[in-house]
């Protein structure tokens, strides 16, 4: 599947969910939660079978198998617990909230759009490209004053192509909203053909560097730059990355 497509199917049922007051941000951010819980899971499966850093009874098998009023109870306890982690965990559910209050539409959200996609297996660019094409069409709300923390990327680009970070630097952005500056570098950076494997390290893990005050808009970074393949459990994209 295209970033494109991916983008408008998961965007077509925000239009539903709008009509229960759900903005556009709220929506995102309920994606970003079942998102990582989604994608852990699969990890820890064939062929990855990686050890998950999600408890098992508040991972993405637990709300597969509940529905009506104890789905939205077991998620909202998903989130409370979650919140309350180390590392990435911690980055992306600090003060997280339920709300999407219809179990119903809860339920369509994780079963019919979020798990019948294999996330780990689509490609990086795909993934990280339909997450920003989210946070594009947030930013585009002007009444929720999202485009406070969405640079228009051409911009970023041109800043990034005139600043011309180098191996071996530390990058920082001291307001980094959504991380758009800090892809921008890694992807400047990640182009280069004269990288070694320990520079290749570096620029993946130890390299990035971002400041942001606000939880929810730290945890849009965080998930950006995670879908992009950028840091990891260990070291939040939006602090030691």
């Not at 990035?208 to 393949?229: F, I, K, P, W």
Request: charge should be negative.
């Amino acid at each position: 599947m295209t970033a494109p497509a991916l983008v408008q199917k998961l965007w077509n049922y925000c239009n539903i969910l709008r009509d229960d007051g759900l903005s556009y941000g709220d929506y995102v951010e309920q994606l970003t939660f079942l998102l990582f819980l989604k994608m852990a899971d699969e990890q820890s499966r064939p062929p990855f079978n990686k050890p998950s850093p999600i408890p098992k009874g508040f991972d993405w098998p637990a709300l597969l198998k509940v529905d009506g009023d104890d789905l939205e109870t077991l998620y909202r306890h998903v989130l409370e617990e979650l919140g309350k982690r180390p590392g990435m965990l911690g980055i992306i559910f600090r003060k997280a909230q339920n709300k999407i209050q219809d179990p119903a539409k809860l339920r369509r959200l994780i079963v019919d759009l979020i798990d019948k996609e294999q996330w780990t297996s689509l490609d990086a660019d795909v993934k990280g490209d339909a997450y920003e094409g989210l946070l594009q069409k947030n930013a585009e709300d002007v009444k929720g004053g999202a485009g406070q923390y969405f640079t228009p990327r051409a911009l970023i680009s041109a800043i990034v192509e005139a600043i011309a970070p180098q191996p071996g630097q530390t990058i920082c952005d001291p307001a980094c909203g959504t991380g758009g500056f800090l892809l921008a570098a890694y992807n400047h950076l990640s182009k280069r053909a004269d990288l070694d494997r320990a520079q290749k390290k570096k620029l993946y893990n130890g390299t990035l560097y971002g400041v942001e005050l606000v939880d929810s808009v730290t945890r849009l970074c965080a998930m950006n730059l995670l879908l992009h393949g950028i840091g990891g459990e260990g070291a939040p994209p939006s602090e030691t990355d």
